[in-house]
Nanobody
Framework: QVELVESGGGLVQAGGSLRLSCAAS????????IGWFRQVPGKEREGVSY???????SYADFVQGRFTISRDLVKNTVYLQMNSLKPEDTAVYYC???????????????????????WGQGTQVTVSS
């Protein structure tokens, strides 16, 4: 069965870095999209970044130039390298998976949590000022 397990969260000072991991099982990354999302209490889950089955990537405007998504096909794991962290990056970070859209014109939907089918349990990221 499909399973996603996030790790790597923690407490870091503003300006610091963390690397999150999303270990996938039950499917292979070269047939799926992995998205990173974050959520704070009382707010909707928001898209951070995704990496598609062909390795193409996209980022939310608020993380451009600070976060980098990558994957290791051998380990079947996706990473989110987060640099220059800000207090407003504090959230629970989740990875999710879905199938890539048949129409590439619909790729913009991959930063919306509603199109994802499976989720991990989340990992807390706290950035202190």
């Amino acid at each position: 069965q499909v399973e996603l397990v996030e790790s790597g969260g923690g407490l870091v000072q503003a300006g610091g870095s963390l690397r999150l991991s999303c270990a996938a099982s039950g499917f292979t990354l070269d047939y799926a999209v992995i998205g990173w999302f974050r959520q704070v209490p009382g707010k909707e889950r928001e898209g951070v970044s995704y990496i598609s089955n062909d390795g193409s990537t996209s980022y939310a405007d608020f993380v451009q130039g600070r976060f980098t998504i990558s994957r290791d096909l051998v380990k079947n794991t996706v990473y989110l390298q987060m640099n220059s962290l800000k207090p407003e990056d504090t959230a629970v970070y989740y990875c999710g998976t879905t199938r890539p859209p048949a129409d590439r014109e619909l790729m913009y939907l991959l930063l919306r949590h509603t199109v994802y089918d499976y989720w991990g349990q989340g990992t807390q990221v706290t950035v202190s000022s």
